[in-house]
DNA sequence: ATTGGTGCAAATCCTTTGCAATAGC
DNA sequence: GCTATTGCAAAGGATTTGCACCAAT
């Protein structure tokens, strides 16, 4: 249960060590998305590293924030609600979302269906549906290119 | 495992039966959505309607599409492929998705996560992850509205 | 006759692309 | 110095909005 969030040192020894380059860039995205604990779009974090960071472009934010997913320091999250969210958790776990306000909360991976119901509505939250979604690749791509 | 898919007699009725007006555009999506059987994006259907019936605009879809899942005849799918999907079968299910090609399909609502998982590799799909999205009302907007 | 639905056009918003300039190695 | 990264500008594509017209009741 501990976050296990990456550190500034850990981000650069990674880049280093797979030959990519060390930019502030870089660093300024891992740190917001690491300050706001997970679920922040590419636009909000482009605002927040703007501030910081001026002249910042949104196109180099989507392409960090694409790497970071490369590198196993993000995951990416389309959750449905109309922008795709970065998350700097990596370990396996599982989401809630408000259909009125969007909001976005964690579920720890007790993968039990009905367990997670319960600790889902624990907390105030009142499901009203649940959609496990297998992400991989299909027989026939998994054919044609190994 | 029938897929209860509804004719277009049962869209008339219940549109009827909620006051709403029957209309031509809304006959004809409802058709494509049912030919289809299911995993069909607006434009895509925005394409076909428009092949039938001439002149019919794509916010016109939208909205149609929309009214048919307030209706609980369709399920929009929002699963990370770029565009969201209306599956008109409503017994509840989950779904696999191609990193790769993008293809969507479905997986019985067998809860049970291990049997999902040997399920879809039964068909050759490679899972390489599974993400549950449970959907519902959070805390603060149930207090607030609910 | 009412007014809910539709069509058109345009706007919005996220995300991607092309290319020249820059900065990390 | 080389070349990966960046910034800028612009494009692309799904979805929404505003408003006038039309058609189902």
Do not use: N, W
Request: with cysteine.
């Amino acid at each position: 249960m501990t976050d296990a969030l990456l550190t500034t040192d850990d981000l650069v020894a990674l880049l280093r060590h797979r030959g990519r380059r060390v930019t502030s860039q870089r660093l300024a995205v891992l740190r917001e998305l690491r300050d706001r604990r997970g679920h922040a779009s590419a636009p909000e974090i482009f605002a927040s590293v703007r501030a910081r960071l001026p002249g910042t472009s949104s196109p180099t934010v989507y392409a960090v924030l694409e790497l970071l997913c490369e590198l196993g320091l993000a995951r990416k999250l389309e959750l449905g609600v109309g922008v795709a969210l970065y998350d700097a958790r990596t370990e396996p776990h599982h989401h809630s979302v408000c259909r009125r306000c969007g909001d976005v909360a964690d579920l720890d991976a007790e993968l039990d269906p009905a367990r997670l119901l319960t600790r889902a509505r624990e907390g105030g939250f009142r499901p009203d549906g649940a959609e496990l979604v297998v992400t991989g690749i299909c027989a026939g791509c998994a054919g044609a290119a190994g």
